[in-house]
């Protein structure tokens, strides 16, 4: 691992640690960042917004998942057919 954090962070996969906790509902997260995500549920913030038709979103994967409706992007096929 390139920074000692990341190797910590890591290593919690392994023990189970989950230091970070939503003040909201409890749940526990072994990073601050996912913890941080997840708070937008409690929150309602949407700080990714498409530019095509505005519509927000609280996580950027959501985000580049939808803006595949205006470009018409298909990245998975069917092995089978094709389709």
């Not at 962070?9 to 909201?24: A, L, S």
């Not at 996912?34 to 959501?62: L, V, Y």
């Amino acid at each position: 691992f390139r920074w000692k954090g990341s190797l910590i962070t890591h290593q919690r996969i392994h023990t189970g640690k989950r230091p970070y906790t939503c003040k909201d509902c409890g749940k526990n997260f072994r990073d601050k960042t996912n913890m941080i995500r997840h708070k937008r549920i409690h929150t309602r913030e949407r700080p990714f917004s498409c530019a095509d038709c505005g519509k927000s979103f609280s996580d950027k994967t959501c985000l580049i998942r939808h803006k595949r409706i205006h470009t018409g992007e298909r990245p998975f096929a069917c092995t089978k057919c094709g389709k």
